[in-house]
């Protein structure tokens, strides 16, 4: 099992739909969940960060925790063609120390 | 807030030249320095981690003597690639953190090395 595992995608959504990514962890004692979005040929650029189990909203970008079932999720509404990306889901493990562990990343497309 | 400048952006040089990648945060001061590479169409590898004025701690498998890492202050670090060959050809990636592991890391804009 991955330490941290996310749908491989790609994911197509139409422009103005809801984009759904989903990302599992395994280390239970972990506390701190991040989502950067990486377009193609350039670095990661945080979008949400998210510490507690529920929502967390910003603008179009919704984050969900559930600590219980070691899951966390980034929905994006309103799709735009500017979000096609590759989405990565970050975990600071507790066995981890310092370090942060990526998923494997979403590939999202949104189609006009 | 929160900006990472990463230089330069590209660089192609010939095998065997040692090339030198310079990690600034801008505008806080960085307690942690990540360095990761990234191969196309593949997630981050975390090579290494830095802590301002001592030794960096190498993840298994990167060679400490082929990628230096110097953490000489608060707000710089810096990636040296010695005598690079063509495999050392990939896309680097620094990141920094203030405070604890519990926050997040900001990325710089990324070196693209090329080795001919």
């Known amino acids: 099992q991955k330490e941290v595992e996310q749908n491989s995608g790609p994911l197509s959504v139409p422009e103005g739909a809801i984009a759904s990514l989903n990302c599992t962890y395994s280390d239970r004692g972990s506390q701190s969940f991040f989502w950067y979005r990486q377009y193609s040929g350039k670095s990661p650029e945080l979008i949400m960060s998210?510490?507690?189990?529920g929502d967390k909203e910003d603008g179009r970008f919704t984050a969900q925790l559930n600590k219980a079932s070691q899951y966390v999720s980034l929905l994006i509404r309103d799709s735009q063609p500017s979000d096609s990306a590759t989405y990565l889901c970050?975990?600071?493990?507790?066995?981890?120390?310092?370090?942060?562990?990526f998923g494997e990343g979403t590939q999202l497309t949104v189609n006009p | 807030g929160a900006v990472v400048s990463q230089h330069p952006s590209r660089v192609i040089c010939k095998s065997g030249t040692s090339v030198k990648i310079e990690c600034r945060s801008l505008d806080f001061q960085a307690t942690t320095m990540f360095w990761y590479r990234q191969f196309p169409k593949q997630s981050l590898m975390l090579m290494a981690t830095s802590n301002e004025g001592s030794k960096a701690t190498y993840e298994q498998g990167v060679e400490k003597d082929k990628f230096l890492i110097n953490h000489a202050s608060l707000t710089l670090s810096t990636l040296t690639v010695t005598s690079a060959h063509p495999e050392d050809s990939s896309f680097y990636i620094c990141?920094?953190?203030?405070?604890?592991?519990?926050?997040?890391?900001?990325f710089g804009d990324g070196t693209r090395l090329s080795i001919l």
């Open positions: 990141s920094a953190r203030l405070g604890p592991s519990s926050q997040p890391q900001h």
């Open positions: 970050a975990v600071n493990q507790e066995t981890s120390g310092s370090r942060l562990t």
């Open positions: 998210i510490y507690s189990n």
